[in-house]
Antibody, heavy 124, light 106 residues
Framework: EVQLVESGGGLVRPGGSLRLSCAAS????????MSWVRQAPGKGLEWVSG????????NYADSVKGRVTIFRDDAKNTVDLQMNNLRAEDTAVYYC?????????????????WGQGTMVTVSS | SYELTQPPSVSVSPGQTASITCSGD??????ASWYQQKPGQSPVLVIH???KRPSGILERFSGSNAGNTATLTISGTQAMDEADYYC?????????FGTGTRVTVL
C-alpha cells in the first residue's frame, strides 16, 4: 500500500524550532519529488517546500524562506522539514505530499499521494 | 507572486453539473491540477495535467484549461462530491494553490 506518515508536530513557543518527518512506503521513493504543504485552521492549502529526486534540488515558499530546510534520505525513505524561528502564522496542519514527477516544479507535476498530516501549533 | 482565484462557493442539485473555475494570468500556458478535500481528511488529486484523471477517480470528474481559466466539471453530481476543491499550478518552481471552492450539493 502506498503510504505517507508524518510525525513530529506539536506545540512550540514563538521563536522555537521543530523538525517534521515523513516516512514513505509502497513506492520507489528515490524516483519522485516530495513536498510539504500546510493548511492553517479553517484556511486553504499553502505549499511550503519541495525537494527533487536524484539532484536533491530544493525550493521554498517566500513565507518560509530562510527559516525552513527540507531534507530527504533515500536510504530510509524519509523527507524531513526543519523549521526554525517559528511564528504564530506557521500554525497549521502540515502534509507530506508525493509528486508525480522527479523534479520539483516540473510543469506537469502534481501531488498524487498525501499523508494524514501533523499539527503544528506556535503559541506562548 | 502568482495567484489563482476561485469562487468561494458553488451550489448544485443532485444529478446536475457543477463547474468550478480557477483564474490566473495566462493559466492556459501552464498545467492545472485539482484536489478534493472533505472535512477532516487529506486532499485527494482528482485531475492533473489539465484533464487527466488518476486511477480510481470517477469519470464524472473532468477538467479543461485555456486562456486565463481552468475549469473542473463534475457531471451528475452526487452527495459524496460535497467537499472543498482547490486548483494548483506551478510558477517559477513554486507550487501555487487556488483560494478554494466549497461545493454544496443541495
Amino acid at each position: 500500500e502506498v503510504q505517507l506518515v508524518e510525525s513530529g508536530g506539536g506545540l512550540v513557543r514563538p521563536g522555537g524550532s521543530l523538525r517534521l518527518s515523513c516516512a514513505a512506503s509502497g513506492f520507489t521513493f528515490s524516483n519522485y519529488a516530495m513536498s510539504w504543504v500546510r493548511q492553517a485552521p479553517g484556511k486553504g492549502l499553502e505549499w511550503v517546500s519541495g525537494i527533487s529526486s536524484s539532484t536533491g534540488s530544493t525550493n521554498y515558499a517566500d513565507s518560509v524562506k530562510g527559516r525552513v530546510t527540507i531534507f530527504r534520505d533515500d536510504a530510509k525513505n524519509t523527507v524531513d522539514l526543519q523549521m526554525n524561528n517559528l511564528r504564530a502564522e506557521d500554525t497549521a496542519v502540515y502534509y507530506c505530499a508525493k509528486g508525480v514527477a522527479g523534479a520539483v516544479g516540473a510543469i506537469h507535476d502534481a501531488f498524487d499521494i498525501w499523508g494524514q498530516g501533523t499539527m503544528v501549533t506556535v503559541s506562548s | 507572486s502568482y495567484e489563482l482565484t476561485q469562487p468561494p462557493s458553488v451550489s448544485v442539485s443532485p444529478g446536475q453539473t457543477a463547474s468550478i473555475t480557477c483564474s490566473g494570468d495566462n493559466l492556459g500556458e501552464k498545467f492545472a491540477s485539482w484536489y478534493q478535500q472533505k472535512p477532516g481528511q487529506s486532499p485527494v488529486l482528482v485531475i492533473h495535467q489539465d484533464n487527466k484523471r488518476p486511477s480510481g477517480i470517477l469519470e464524472r470528474f473532468s477538467g479543461s484549461n485555456a486562456g486565463n481559466t481552468a475549469t473542473l466539471t463534475i457531471s451528475g453530481t452526487q452527495a459524496m462530491d460535497e467537499a472543498d476543491y482547490y486548483c494548483q499550478t506551478w510558477d517559477t518552481g513554486t507550487a501555487v494553490f487556488g483560494t478554494g471552492t466549497r461545493v454544496t450539493v443541495l
